[in-house]
């Protein structure tokens, strides 16, 4: 999944350490999805639109990798 929450953070002059702690998760769990290692859960990815002032669709891209291959 695609995300553009290090961009929003930059925008509203958030660190990683204070995203977390207005999600309520660590700052690992950030990091990682913003690299790519992880994809939140809906409850989680709603909780970050929200802090950086966005809708979720604004925040998350799937990419074609992320929908299982229909036959």
Known sequence: ???RMKELRARHGMTQEELARKVGVR???ILFIESG???PSLKLAFGIAKALHSKVEDVFT???KDFPRSE
Do not use: D, I, L
Request: hydrophobic content about 10%; overall charge positive.
């Open 1 to 3: 999944m695609k995300t």
């Open 27 to 29: 700052r690992e769990t």
């Open 37 to 39: 290692k992880y994809n």
């Open 62 to 64: 799937p990419e074609k």
